[in-house]
């Protein structure tokens, strides 16, 4: 089964730890992280989701965000990423 995480919409400094402890309640199941409402994604947040996705591609599990916003893909491509990188991979 997969686990669905909806993140909100400002991923700012006060987001991280709620995330965070969010995602941790799912360890060990595979992870869908629904970017649709993010209207905010910052750098702190971000660093949560790529830690994330690592830990699941060694924990051997699945881990992506899926329908991400326009502004989340911006953000994200600011950054060097895309939803597509945030599987545990690093980018190039």
Request: glycine share 8%.
């Given at each position: ?7 909100q919409e ?5 987001a ?8 941790l309640e ?23 989701l790529?830690?994330?996705?690592n ?12 329908s991400p ?11 060097g ?12």
């Amino acid at each position: 089964m997969i686990a669905i995480i909806t993140l909100q919409e400002r991923l700012d400094f006060g987001a991280v730890t709620p995330l965070k402890t969010t995602i941790l309640e799912h360890a060990g199941q595979d992870l869908e992280i629904d970017a649709s409402q993010v209207t905010h994604m910052g750098t702190l947040c971000l660093q949560v989701l790529i830690a994330a996705a690592n830990d699941w591609k060694q924990a051997g599990k699945s881990f992506r965000v899926t329908s991400p916003s326009e502004t989340c893909q911006t953000q994200l491509g600011l950054h060097g990423f895309s939803p597509d990188t945030l599987t545990g991979v690093s980018p190039t």
